[in-house]
Structures are given as C-alpha cells and as structure tokens.
Nanobody, 123 residues
C-alpha cells in the first residue's frame, strides 16, 4: 500500500508555471505506476499525465501535452507535475494517484489517491 499527499497548488496567472508534488509513503514506489488527474465541480476526474514505474514511459492528455511534464524520484518517493503555460481552463483540483500496475488507468480505476490540491489560473 501507499499513502499519497499532494502539495504545490495555488493561484497563478495565465502563462505562469507551477509544480505540484506528491509525496508517497509505504511500499517501494518503483512497483507503482503514478499519475495525475484533475476535476472541476460537477465533472468526473480526468486523466492528465501518467508515468511508468521506472519512469521510462510517460503519457499525457492531449489538452496538456507539450505544456505539462510528469516526473518521479523513486529514492525521494516523490513525483511531480511541472505545469507550464497555464491556462484558465487548467483550473481544477489536481489529484495524484498510484496503481500497482505497468501504467495508470486513464478511466480512474487506480488504487491509491491523494486528497487533492487546488490550482486556480486567472486570465
């Protein structure tokens, strides 16, 4: 099992950058695929980015591809979402997630979740 705690959310302006962190505790992190989802009021959580256990493979939602970068540090047991060129439509609660699998399930069927961190982008 792993426990996840996000940090780094906040209020920024369009065009700014922000980095979210997710600190993990529990099992060896290498065993898990990791990812980020986001959710706005009244909508389902949507996949944002995922990374394999080794970090060799990443994938992104089309809406963030080229602007966001997911990375992981298995020694520090922390993973990150670097968000550049932020847009107002990126405003959401961001959740980190972990799955005991080779990749994150894009539909959200992953075992472990953080509590969420708010990102607000003003125009």
């Amino acid at each position: 099992q792993v426990q996840l705690v996000e940090s780094g959310g906040g209020l920024v302006q369009a065009g700014d950058s922000l980095t979210l962190s997710c600190a993990a505790s529990g099992d060896t992190l290498n065993w898990y695929a990791l990812g980020w989802f986001r959710q706005t009021p009244g909508t389902k959580r949507q996949f944002v980015a995922g990374i394999s256990g080794s970090g060799a493979r990443t994938d992104y939602a089309d809406s963030v591809n080229g602007r966001f970068t997911i990375s992981r540090d298995n020694v520090k047991k922390t993973f990150y979402l670097q968000m550049n060129s932020l847009k107002p439509e990126d405003t959401a609660v961001y959740y980190c997630t972990a799955a005991y699998a080779s990749r994150i399930n894009h539909d959200g069927d992953n075992e472990y979740w953080g509590q969420g961190t708010q990102v607000t982008v003003t125009s």
